[in-house]
């Protein structure tokens, strides 16, 4: 399968706890995002790598949060401390360098924090 | 006000009729145009994107997009069960220096089509 790759799909963790998410995008791309999608609402957008480069954050990405993509490969993406407000899906994508901007996003990674 | 507006639904119909889903905007440095469709617990998937006013035919989907009006459609013809989905409209525009095409969603219309 050659799609973006994302685990674990589900994480149900208590308040306070560390979580970490992978993402495996398509090998071709060069560019990865997270994003966030809570319910009856559209992705928003929480940080972007070029290669193993990140050149964007988005102010909903607090202290609590650290994305990494070493080698420009996979990429992980750290909750610290979890707390309720950061149940959501976590969703990576990934697209080539050129292009009109669409992405291919993996299935998701659900956390629930209880 | 939000960037991109997009009924949230549910819009049912029954099989075999003729959808059409909408989006507005209101910032006219948006460049591409796209669909997404999702699945309850996926991700979303690209059905289609377009970059110029006019419509774009694929298959039962036809993308249709008027820049001037900064309105955005994605009628969907025969449609079956299986289309049942939240259809997201999402727009992209460059953003600072990275080279970043910024990707805008709406917030999704979910569809229903009864058997």
């Known amino acids: 399968d050659t799609g973006v790759s994302q685990n674990p799909r589900h994480k149900i963790t208590k308040r306070g706890q560390n979580v970490t998410f992978r993402c495996d995008p398509i090998?071709?791309?060069?560019?990865l995002y997270w994003y966030r999608q809570t319910l009856g609402q559209g992705p928003e957008f929480l940080t972007y790598f070029q290669n193993e480069a990140q050149l964007e954050k988005s102010r909903l990405l607090s202290d609590r949060f650290s994305a990494e993509r070493p080698k420009g490969s996979f990429s992980t993406l750290e909750i610290q401390r979890t707390e309720q407000g950061d149940s959501a899906m976590y969703l990576c994508?990934?697209?080539?360098?050129?292009?009109?901007?669409?992405?291919?996003f993996g299935e998701g990674s659900r956390l629930t924090v209880l | 006000q939000k960037e991109v507006e997009q009924d949230p639904g549910p819009l049912s119909v029954p099989e075999g009729a003729i959808v059409s889903l909408n989006c507005t905007y209101s910032n006219s440095a948006f460049q591409y145009f796209m669909w997404y469709r999702q699945y309850s617990r996926k991700g979303p998937e690209l059905l289609m994107y377009t970059y110029s006013s006019g419509n774009k035919e694929d298959g039962r989907f036809t993308a249709q997009v008027d820049k001037s009006s900064k309105y955005i459609s994605l009628f969907i013809r025969d449609s079956q069960p299986s289309d049942s989905a939240t259809y997201l409209c999402a727009m992209s525009a460059l953003v600072g220096d990275t080279g970043r095409r910024a990707l805008t969603f709406g917030s999704g219309t979910r569809l229903q089509v009864q058997p």
């Open positions: 090998s071709e791309h060069n560019r």
């Open positions: 994508a990934s697209s080539p360098t050129r292009g009109s901007g669409e992405l291919f």
